[in-house]
């Protein structure tokens, strides 16, 4: 989206959220005031910025339309448009969350994206291993917000359809002891019953996402609730 599309479809969705949502009013209104001030152009830089407005409004405007639908017909709707099991779960659970639960990460993420500190040098193993966990026929989705305030680089579910919040580090497996506290801290914040936090090697050319894409299936099919663990592909 462009940043004067942006503009416009968040003030129709303020206008919207009012009635039917009024948290997820108040998350958007919030958005616009992070963005006032800043003219399109000024906006239009910040690629980052631009990418979790657009985000969020898809995903605003498709919730808002969801909201009022009966269970049943929800999941017709899932059913219709192919909406996969990782979708449901953001949408049913984790989107709500978001927005009706105070965000302690919201002040500081905003004011790093608006900075350009955002770095996603992990976009491209993240869309492989997506890619894989698919083929495995398993689903999933990711998000700036599942990954500036949840934790989460991708929110995955394997064959039984279990949703599993995965976290990808580059760090060796002995040091993510230290990492665990604030991360599975992070993710019971927002009611998260399973967490995995993996390490690989970043080997240019390798079968990194492929071997990671194993291990997630491999725990979204067999990780109880309750339960964040360590592993390492």
Not at 38 to 60: C, H, M, N, P, Y
Not at 61 to 69: E, H, N, V, Y
Not at 154 to 176: D, K, M, R, S
């Amino acid at each position: 989206m462009s940043a004067a599309e942006i503009r416009v479809i968040l003030e129709e969705l303020i206008i919207k959220a009012q009635t039917i949502e009024p948290c997820l009013q108040k998350r958007l209104i919030n958005l616009r005031s992070w963005i006032n001030g800043k003219t399109d152009r000024k906006l239009a830089q910040k690629a980052s910025v631009v990418g979790l407005l657009s985000e969020v409004i898809l995903d605003s405007r498709f919730w808002l339309a969801i909201k009022t639908l009966t269970i049943e017909q929800r999941q017709q709707v899932y059913t219709s448009m192919r909406i996969s099991p990782a979708e449901q779960y953001w949408f049913d659970v984790l989107f709500p969350l978001w927005f009706n639960e105070p965000d302690p990460k919201l002040n500081a993420w905003k004011r790093e994206l608006m900075a350009g500190n955002f770095s996603q040098s992990d976009e491209q193993i993240i869309r492989d291993v997506s890619r894989d966990i698919e083929l495995g026929g398993g689903s999933c989705i990711w998000r700036h917000t599942l990954d500036l305030s949840m934790a989460t680089d991708l929110l995955a579910t394997g064959l039984a359809n279990n949703p599993l919040c995965v976290q990808i580090t580059t760090g060796h497996i002995h040091n993510l002891d230290k990492k665990k506290p604030n991360w599975e801290s992070t993710l019971k914040h927002w009611h998260i019953q399973r967490g995995l936090l993996i390490s690989y090697n970043p080997v240019p050319n390798s079968t990194a996402a492929k071997r990671i894409a194993v291990v997630v299936l491999q725990h979204g099919d067999s990780l109880p609730f309750g339960c964040y663990n360590l592993d390492e592909a």
